[in-house]
């Protein structure tokens, strides 16, 4: 069964980082599109990030300078490093695995989805 796990989440102070996992199982990423997406209480979910088969990357504006995607040379894990975090980052992350990198949430081509970690930025 083909899953993937986030981790990483937890408390931070406004300003401090993180550094959020996408783990595979059962498969590698190498040839998969992952996309990092966000959902905050009472809000809908929304692109992060996203990283192409061919290492191409998007932002969200919103993190755009602070985040920074990025593949394990082992193809099973991709990371999500947030730096500068505020308050709005607060929310819980979420991965997906598709056919194309893309920070929309409603797009069909996504295979497998994590069940999430939560993120909460506060002092």
């Known amino acids: 069964q083909l899953q993937v796990v986030e981790s990483g989440g937890g408390l931070v102070q406004p300003g401090g980082s993180l550094r959020l996992s996408c783990t595979a199982y059962?498969?590698?990423?190498?040839?998969?599109?992952i996309g990092w997406f966000r959902q905050a209480p009472g809000k809908e979910r929304e692109g992060v990030s996203s990283i192409n088969s061919d290492g191409t990357t998007y932002y969200a504006d919103s993190v755009e300078g602070r985040f920074t995607i990025s593949r394990d040379n082992d193809q099973t894990t991709v990371y999500l490093q947030m730096n500068s975090l505020t308050p709005e980052d607060t929310g819980t992350y979420y991965c997906a695995v598709g056919d194309m990198a893309t920070l929309n949430p409603t797009y069909r081509g996504f295979e497998v989805w994590g069940q999430g970690t939560l993120v909460t930025v506060s002092s």
């Open positions: 059962g498969f590698t990423l190498e040839l998969h599109a």
